[in-house]
């Protein structure tokens, strides 16, 4: 998610939303990770269905997860 890192660090400069930031940093590092998988074509041949299925719902809740720790810290803000 582009700007994510920057709205998690401008929350921990104000010192808000401490708990929310530890959980937008996960979120974050999932979301990327899930992603970097999803583009990897030797891991998209290789894996089967399910397993790619259950990596775009991981990647899909993780997103989620984010926009809402995006929108407390923005909130809090």
Excluded: I
């Excluded at 700007?3 to 996960?26: D, I, M, N, P």
């Excluded at 990647?59 to 407390?72: F, G, W």
Aim: with cysteine; proline share 1%.
């Amino acid at each position: 998610m582009p700007g994510s890192t920057g709205l998690l660090r401008r929350g921990r400069e104000r010192g808000v939303g401490g708990l929310a930031s530890c959980k937008g940093a996960e979120a974050a590092w999932t979301v990327e990770d899930a992603r970097c998988k999803l583009a990897n074509a030797d891991f998209l041949r290789k894996a089967s269905a399910e397993v790619v299925q259950k990596e775009c719902g991981r990647l899909a809740e993780n997103e989620a997860q984010l926009e809402n720790v995006e929108a407390t810290l923005v909130a809090l803000g």
